[in-house]
């Protein structure tokens, strides 16, 4: 099956071909035709997710898939959030935001934390939801060379190393993203037109 990955992060693209493997072709917006930043106007991650599949259906009518995640911090009040990716700016910045969230701790003494990713799938016309999570705690150094976002901070329940001190293997089965992608995957193979 071939499908339109709402994504320009290379980073994902890879970790969700690797997760799905080879029973599915996976486009991006590139191969598509789709330029334009696609808009995440919403205050939740589930309406991002939909906002950004919605608008790869609207303009381009092709099957797709779009995920929208976000690390929640219990001491932060659940920040940043739907703001994950531009909490330090606008200019996206890993380290940037991964700094502002180590300040923000600083002196706190409640450190849970976590990920949530939420894909929402779109086949002609029909509009699907799967969720997924991963509870952790933050600490206040950065820590592995693996992955990309907040994962050098952030260390999921029942481990010691962070996620960036992980392989793409051994995260694989844990993170939000690769739990909700299971059910995706699980609702694709058993999915007839």
């Not at 080879?22 to 991002?48: A, Q, R, V, W």
């Not at 939909?50 to 976000?70: I, P």
């Not at 929640?72 to 935001?97: C, F, K, M, T, W």
Request: charged residues 25%; proline residues 3%; negative net charge.
């Amino acid at each position: 099956m071939k499908l339109c990955f709402a994504t320009n992060n290379q980073h994902k693209l890879e970790e969700v071909q690797a997760m799905l493997g080879d029973s599915f072709i996976l486009t991006t917006l590139k191969e598509i035709g789709c330029e334009e930043e696609i808009p995440e106007t919403h205050d939740t991650i589930p309406e991002n997710s939909y906002e950004k599949a919605e608008f790869v259906w609207n303009n381009y009518a092709v099957n797709c898939f779009a995920d929208d995640s976000g690390l929640e911090i219990e001491a932060l009040d659940g920040a940043p959030g739907v703001h994950s990716a531009y909490y330090a700016g606008p200019q996206r910045d890993a380290d940037d935001n991964m700094d502002l969230v180590i300040k923000n701790m600083t002196g706190k003494d409640n450190f849970n934390a976590r990920f949530v990713a939420v894909i929402t799938l779109v086949l002609d016309g029909k509009f699907y939801q799967f969720d997924g999570e991963i509870k952790g705690k933050i600490i206040l150094e950065k820590r592995g060379t693996y992955g990309f976002g907040y994962n050098p901070i952030f260390i999921p329940e029942g481990h010691n190393r962070t996620f960036a001190e992980m392989t793409m293997e051994e995260k694989g089965g844990l993170s939000h993203r690769a739990r909700a992608f299971a059910k995706l995957e699980e609702f694709l193979k058993n999915y007839t037109i």
